[in-house]
């Protein structure tokens, strides 16, 4: 009889996700704690992939730091470059000629659209639609063709530098970009066909992971996390930098209901906007040079080098020690295809960095999971893993 | 660029005159040194005045000046959606060895894991934080790597 009065015995659950699961999208581990399917707690453990690039950077020139950051977040490797010569520009106080912003605008909307196909393939996968991740990759295909052709790399093009870029535009590079800027927007048509109106996704995706904008804020949200909760905020349009003031382009803030859904919206009205960007750079696309003239930051051309005495010792300089920014301390952000990406840069008057902040997006915008997942299905997660946006690498540098 | 202090530099020090030891500005980026002490209250004047709105803090980070000393600063760069400026606050913390700041994860929730990544990196504690451990490195690590003393590689 007693055991009939006993009230059933219930205690939560812990379970672990990842660091080994399909879904987090690299090396995340969750710690969950479940009442039945119920998230009381999520707490993200990262720094599985920390490979401490902040303090190799210190011991380097800052051109030796320029492949490290490529691999920061490895989605978009060429906008942190951008981030980063930026920062060290701004140190130096240059400003590079013109037709090397237009081409570094080029190819980090490219990247973003890159980014964006990547984003949109994994979360629609993650929530059970295949296709989306088969069309999506066939875009960014194409734009790794690209990124090969500028510089030999794909994922890694590392094609700025310090001062400009690593040369100018390859042969048949215009008539290839164009060929992707005019297809697009019907290939893009494929992606929004499959979900925008899809019920299943929007049952997945509608009013999960809600966040308003006053909130979205405090919590150091950026980019398209911040303007899927109506935060009308873009660097590039706010704080212009690399010549950003001179295209027309639309910031777009989705539904504003501050959801998965509305966050959705925003990245994939991005990737038109960073089309159409893309199509004025190649239409206004000035001559000139791509490097500045100074020979304490640019490289001396190839031949000089090989016929030139002086030229031969500028190039050794500059190898051996590396630009010399003066003393002082910057900080830069650009808008990363995930949010702000920033360099917090210390320079003691030498060739190598004192100190390499990097203010990665992922890192950012991954702690509010606990905020988000919490009282909601653990299924949910899995959408609030993809809305992110997050990259491993990016989250630990 | 704008190329002139911030007017928020200005404001501090009309209302905390005992705190702002140094503004300056290089490169259109306006730095407000203060003493670590009433960061938090600082910051909250940040945010809340109606005059600056700094609701969006980019970045805390820490910085190692060895072999200057007070060798460790916690820098913040904020944001304010206001008038799309930065301001740079820099508090040097008085012990070398111990060193410690107050939290300003109330103000921010966003600062929470940079404080945390600061703490692991630097060992620079800081008071009142909601769960100060370790992020990037397991809990076990010995030494903070960031640190200017830590090798770059091998022990």
């Known amino acids: ?397 | 660029m704008t190329h002139h202090i911030h007017p928020a530099a200005e404001l501090l020090s009309a209302n905390f005159p005992d705190e702002v030891t140094q503004i300056s500005e290089f490169r259109g980026d306006t730095t407000v040194t203060i003493k670590p002490g009433r960061i938090r209250e600082i910051c909250t004047f940040l945010r809340d005045n109606p005059e600056t709105l700094f609701k969006y803090c980019s970045v805390v980070a820490g910085i190692d000046y060895y072999p200057a000393s007070p060798r460790f600063a916690v820098v913040y760069n904020l944001y304010s959606h206001k008038d799309h400026s930065r301001l740079t606050l820099k508090a040097f913390l008085t012990d070398d060895v111990a060193p410690v700041i107050d939290s300003v994860t109330p103000v921010w929730n966003g600062a929470d894991w940079h404080e945390r990544e600061t703490f692991d990196m630097y060992g620079i504690r800081f008071q009142g934080h909601p769960n100060l451990k370790r992020i990037l490195l397991p809990e076990s690590w010995a030494g903070f790597p960031l640190r200017k003393e830590y090798p770059q590689r091998g022990q």
């Not at chain 1, 009381?40 to 920390?50: N, S």
């Not at chain 1, 470059?81 to 490219?110: D, H, S, T, W």
């Not at chain 1, 295949?130 to 999506?136: A, D, N, Q």
């Not at chain 1, 500059?318 to 990406?341: D, S």
């Open chain 1, 1 to 397: 009889m007693d055991n009939l009065l006993r009230m059933p015995r219930t205690e939560t659950m812990v379970i672990n996700v990842g660091p080994q699961h399909p879904s987090t999208h690299g090396v995340l581990r969750v710690l969950v704690e479940l009442d039945g399917e119920l998230i009381l707690r999520a707490e993200p453990d990262i720094g599985y992939l920390h490979r401490g690039i902040e303090k190799l950077c210190e011991n380097r020139t800052y051109h030796q730091c320029l492949p490290l950051m490529n691999r920061v977040d490895y989605l978009a490797g060429e906008v942190n470059n951008l981030g980063f010569c930026l920062a060290v520009e701004k140190l130096l106080g240059i400003e590079v000629p013109k037709r090397a912003q237009y081409i570094r605008v080029m190819i980090a909307e490219f990247t973003r659209i890159a980014s964006h196909t990547f984003w949109l393939g994994t979360h629609a996968h993650d929530l059970g639609a295949m296709t989306p991740l088969f069309y999506g990759f066939r875009e960014r295909e194409k734009i790794l063709d690209l990124c090969e052709m500028v510089s030999g790399g794909r994922m890694f093009p590392l094609y700025f530098r310090v001062g400009g870029l690593a040369a100018d535009l390859p042969e048949g590079f215009i008539p290839k970009a164009w060929e992707f800027v005019n297809e697009f927007p019907e290939k893009w048509k494929d992606y929004d066909n499959l979900l925008t109106e899809n019920i299943i996704w929007k049952e997945r995706t509608v009013g999960v992971g809600v966040m308003t904008a006053e909130e979205a804020l405090n919590w150091g949200w950026s980019g398209p996390m911040a303007r899927g909760s109506g935060v009308d905020w873009d660097l590039r349009r706010d704080r212009p930098y690399s010549s950003y003031e001179d295209f027309d382009f639309e910031v777009p803030l989705g539904t504003k209901e501050g959801d998965t859904y509305s966050r959705y919206l925003v990245r994939m009205q991005e990737m038109l906007q960073s089309n159409r960007i893309i199509r004025q750079v190649l239409e206004k696309l000035p001559p000139g040079e791509v490097k500045v003239s100074d020979p304490r930051i640019s490289l001396p051309p190839k031949e000089q080098v090989y016929s030139d005495i002086s030229a031969l010792i500028n190039h050794f300089l500059l190898i051996k020690e590396g630009v010399t920014p003066p003393k002082g301390e910057v900080y830069q952000a650009i808008e990363a295809p995930k949010g702000e990406f920033g360099i917090y840069l210390v320079s003691d008057g030498t060739g190598q960095p004192v100190r390499v902040k990097i203010r990665a997006p992922s890192f950012v915008n991954l702690s509010a999971m606990n905020r988000l997942a919490q009282g909601r299905l653990l299924a949910d997660m899995i959408a609030l893993i993809g809305t992110m946006d997050i990259v491993l690498a990016d989250v630990d540098r």
